[in-house]
């Protein structure tokens, strides 16, 4: 089934046709399905689903789960082992 579309004219600053056109090319659409996605996921109150390195890292993070205590303790580790002699710098407390 076909999708209608309306051909409709809208006025850009440079900066934002400039972000479009990185947001298209990133997500791997053309400029009309960028702009799509991101009034739809506006509307609905969600980001628009990019998959792009941020995104990836966001995913990672929220997988994590780290609370902030976990956090301030794998931090703490870690400038424990970077401040480590060579000799045990190789071994984890982990």
Known sequence: ???TTVKATYSL???TVLRLEEIA????VSKSEALRRAIRAAASGEAPASGGPLDALDALQQAAA???A???AWAADARSERRAPRAQAGKCSR
């Open 70 to 72: 976990s956090a301030r």
């Open 25 to 28: 090319r990133s997500w791997g």
């Open 1 to 3: 089934m076909a999708t």
């Open 13 to 15: 600053d440079p900066g």
């Open 66 to 68: 780290l609370t902030p």
